[in-house]
């Protein structure tokens, strides 16, 4: 199971930060952390449910790792693993992570896919985001697949969709011309672009797109 103790700074001051596997003991301060990261009028449908949380400790407990300071969950990272080849990736949120539920995990598969990082708000100053990620890439590692994928949103993409198509919205996030809050976010965590894919989540910003990024295992050769 997952572990580590690291210090993460709040300015100046370090703080020690613990990441672990979540429990079903911890699911009360998941749900919380939902709630907080994504108040209403988000609907509180899609915030995660005990049914999706006991789901993913007991179908693949090693992709649910939580962060906790001063013994307070501050965010969370779930995922699943599929197995998927490159070229194969056209899929929306729902069908490839069974809408949360992650039925569809496959211990067989190469890829660590990310099915939701969540940080509360009071947390984020911390880069909390950037080293859960990470742990998911020891998670990778340890578990000898070939690569972790996961798609994100592009709430900057509506600003500009009247002149750019989505391609070239992110060729210019890529050449440093635009900034995306959650591309930008995820290439300075080194996740590297595959390719944007239509109608992945509902999401009025990105136009219903997702981008797709990956962090290929370095100790694995395709």
């Known amino acids: 199971m997952f572990y580590k103790e690291i210090y993460v700074y709040d300015n100046d001051k370090p703080v020690k930060a613990t990441f672990r596997n979540y429990?079903?003991?911890?699911?009360?301060?998941?749900?919380?952390?939902q709630q907080e990261a994504f108040p209403?009028?988000?609907?509180?449908?899609?915030?995660?449910?005990?049914?999706?949380?006991?789901?993913?400790?007991?179908?693949?407990?090693?992709?649910?790792?939580?962060?906790e300071?001063?013994?307070?969950?501050?965010?969370?990272?779930?995922?699943?693993?599929?197995?998927?080849?490159?070229?194969?990736?056209?899929?929306s949120w729902a069908e490839i992570t069974d809408n949360?539920?992650?039925r569809n995990h496959d211990p067989e598969g190469n890829t660590l896919y990310i099915v939701d990082?969540?940080?509360s708000p009071a947390y984020r100053k911390l880069g909390l985001g950037k080293w859960m990620m990470q742990s998911m890439y020891e998670t990778v590692v340890q578990l000898g697949l070939e690569r972790l994928l996961g798609?994100?949103?592009?709430?900057?993409?509506?600003?500009?969709?009247?002149e750019?198509?989505?391609?070239?919205?992110?060729?210019?996030?890529?050449?440093?011309?635009?900034?995306?809050?959650v591309?930008?976010?995820?290439?300075?965590c080194g996740r590297t672009p595959v390719k944007p894919v239509a109608n992945y989540l509902e999401d009025e910003e990105s136009l219903n797109y997702g981008m797709l990024m990956e962090w290929r295992n370095p100790f694995k050769r395709s």
């Open 69 to 91: 300071i001063d013994g307070r969950i501050a965010g969370s990272i779930t995922g699943l693993i599929v197995n998927m080849e490159t070229g194969d990736e056209d899929h």
């Open 100 to 102: 949360g539920y992650i």
């Open 117 to 119: 990082i969540c940080i």
């Open 23 to 33: 429990t079903k003991d911890d699911f009360g301060q998941l749900i919380r952390v």
């Open 40 to 67: 209403p009028p988000f609907p509180e449908d899609l915030w995660w449910n005990e049914e999706q949380l006991t789901n993913h400790i007991s179908f693949f407990p090693q992709g649910a790792i939580c962060v």
């Open 164 to 181: 750019l198509t989505i391609n070239q919205y992110v060729a210019k996030v890529l050449a440093g011309e635009l900034k995306d809050p």
């Open 183 to 188: 591309v930008s976010f995820l290439l300075r």
């Open 151 to 162: 798609g994100g949103r592009m709430p900057g993409f509506h600003r500009h969709s009247a």
